[in-house]
């Protein structure tokens, strides 16, 4: 089994950072793709940004400019560095990796999520 356990979440005024750190641990043989998506009260859980195992990034329109995905493959770990944050940045924010426990049994997770509030 895996766990990804997320650190870094809080309360911040508008126009503050946050960085989110996210650690995967447990039986993994590679990690692929990580990312972080979020969850506001009332909304579907959407995509923040994506990281591959390589470095290539996708972030959604939303916080292009603002937002910084990054990882430390030697351990397994990937980062939300968030700048400029606004009121509607509040919300969930949960982990996720694919993950490969041998070179056939792949799954993915998501981790217990961590709580940011941007206030105004």
Known sequence: QVQLVESGGGLVQAGGSLRLSCAASGSIFSVNDMGWYRQAPGKQRELVATITNRGSTNYADSVKGRFTISRDNAR?????????????????????????????????????????TVSS
């Open 76 to 116: 397994n770990t990937v980062y939300l560095q968030m700048n400029s944050l606004k009121p509607e940045d509040t919300g969930v924010y949960y982990c996720n990796a694919d993950i490969f426990h041998s070179s056939f049994e792949r799954q993915r997770y998501w981790g217990q999520g961590t709580q940011v």
